[in-house]
């Protein structure tokens, strides 16, 4: 018997390491690498169809940009990006997603930019080369944690709840 739980044990670890190597997979190694370097990140409100005198951020309005976060906020956001409980691979939603917040996360001189949309809980992450599209339903609590703290005066965003209704 105690032969037989060795095999397992080393099988159960593989799946483990495979499982978490999805999320860095998806993200690609340079958008993984801004992410675990990031220094600093700008925060807009996005969305609405009224032009803007701020312009745009991937391709929405910016209704107005909140104060810069530091480094320990953009390691939060690294964190659940880098997650994969985060994400639901296996599944695709039958929406539009229409991202009410972006957070523009640097690292030196490069940057990738996350648009949220808190009504699918879906989100764009825009690189240099690509857009990448997903969920991030595992993980909405803490991403709205982040967007009320980024916003805290913000009417709409003090709304959202933590977990769909």
Do not use: W
């Amino acid at each position: 018997m105690r032969l037989t739980a060795i095999p397992l044990m080393m099988l159960g670890f593989c799946v483990c390491a495979e499982q978490a190597m999805k999320a860095e997979k998806f993200l690609g190694p340079s958008t993984v690498a801004i992410l675990k370097n990031a220094t600093k990140v700008e925060v807009y409100r996005i969305g609405g169809k009224e032009e803007s005198r701020h312009g745009k951020i991937v391709g929405e309005h910016i209704m107005y940009r909140g104060k810069d976060q530091d480094k320990d906020f953009a390691a939060r956001i690294a964190k659940l990006l880098l997650d994969d409980r985060t994400y639901d691979f296996e599944r695709k939603k039958e929406c539009k997603p229409q991202p009410g917040v972006a957070f523009k996360i640097f690292s030196e001189d490069t940057s990738v930019t996350l648009a949220l949309c808190f009504e699918c809980d879906e989100f764009d992450l825009v690189t240099s080369r690509k857009t990448l599209h997903e969920d991030f339903d595992g993980n909405r609590k803490e991403f709205v944690k982040l967007a009320q703290e980024a916003f805290p005066d913000d009417e709409v965003i003090k709304a959202l709840k933590a977990g769909k209704e």
